[in-house]
C-alpha cells in the first residue's frame, strides 16, 4: 500500500517534468528560429530602400513564420517517449532535414539558412553535396550534432562515448573521401562569360522614374559584352 501511495505521488511530477522539459525544447526551437528568421529576411529592410513600409510589412511575418518549423521539430521529438539515443540520432536529424526541406515549398517556400548550406565549401560534409544534396547534408549535419550532445551526455561511460566518437569520425572521414573525387568534368572548350553590375544605388532600384535608364543601362552592358553567357542581378529588371 505505501509502493502504491508512492508510485501515484511520483507519477504526476514526472508528468510536469516531462511537459516542462517540452516546452523547454520549444522555446529552444522557436528562439533558434526567430535569431534565423530575422537574419535572413532582415535585407528585405535594410535602410535606404525604396518601399520600407512594403519591406517591413514583408519581414515581419515571415520572421515570425520561421521559427515554427524549429519549434515543431522540437516539440515533436519531445512528444515521443523515445530513449535519447534513438531521438538524437535518428528522429531530430530527420526532422530537422524534413523541416529544411518544407521551408523550401510551405508559403511560397522560405529555402535560406538550411543547415546544408553551413557546410560549403570548406567542412568534409560538403562531400555529401553530390550524392545527398543540401538537406542530406543537413541530416548528417544534425546526426553528427547529435553524436557529440550523447557524447557529453555519457561521457562516463565509455562505451557510448566510443560509440558516439566513431560515428562522429565515420561520417566526417567518409564526407572527407567524398570531396577528392572529381563529380564533374569540362565538356568542350571554355566560354567567356560577363556579370553585369549596373551600379544602381539602392535607394533608386524600385523607383518608377528610375525604371527606363535602369534597363537602358544594362542594355547598352549587354551589347558591350561579347561573352556568350551574360548574368544580371535579380534586380536589373525591377518589374
Not at 47 to 71: C, E, K, R, S
Amino acid at each position: 500500500m505505501q509502493l502504491q501511495d508512492q508510485v501515484v505521488h511520483v507519477r504526476p511530477d514526472a508528468e510536469d517534468h516531462h511537459a516542462e522539459d517540452v516546452h523547454r525544447v520549444e522555446a529552444v526551437g522557436v528562439d533558434r528560429g526567430l535569431a534565423c528568421g530575422t537574419a535572413a529576411v532582415a535585407l528585405i529592410a535594410l535602410p535606404g530602400t525604396a518601399l520600407p513600409d512594403v519591406a517591413m510589412a514583408a519581414f515581419l511575418p515571415v520572421a515570425m513564420i520561421a521559427p515554427l518549423f524549429y519549434a515543431l521539430v522540437g516539440w515533436l521529438q519531445a512528444r515521443w517517449h523515445y530513449p535519447a539515443t534513438l531521438r538524437l540520432l535518428i528522429v531530430m536529424p530527420a526532422l530537422i532535414a524534413l523541416g529544411d526541406w518544407s521551408r523550401t515549398w510551405v508559403l511560397t517556400g522560405f529555402p535560406w539558412l538550411a543547415l546544408g548550406y553551413a557546410q560549403v565549401p570548406v567542412s568534409p560534409l560538403a562531400g555529401y553535396a553530390p550524392l545527398l544534396g543540401v538537406f542530406g547534408v543537413s541530416w548528417l549535419l544534425a546526426m553528427a550534432a547529435g553524436a557529440l550532445t550523447l557524447m557529453l551526455h555519457y561521457r562516463k561511460q565509455h562505451r557510448a562515448v566510443l560509440f558516439c566518437f566513431g560515428l562522429l569520425a565515420a561520417i566526417f572521414f567518409v564526407g572527407g573521401m567524398l570531396k577528392q573525387i572529381p563529380w564533374s568534368q569540362p565538356v568542350g572548350e571554355p566560354i567567356k562569360v560577363s556579370l553585369l553590375q549596373g551600379n544602381v544605388p539602392q535607394e533608386m532600384k524600385f523607383n518608377e522614374q528610375r525604371l527606363l535608364t535602369t534597363l537602358k543601362t544594362f542594355l547598352d552592358l549587354t551589347e558591350k559584352s561579347s561573352a556568350r553567357l551574360i548574368v544580371m542581378p535579380e534586380t536589373a529588371i525591377p518589374l
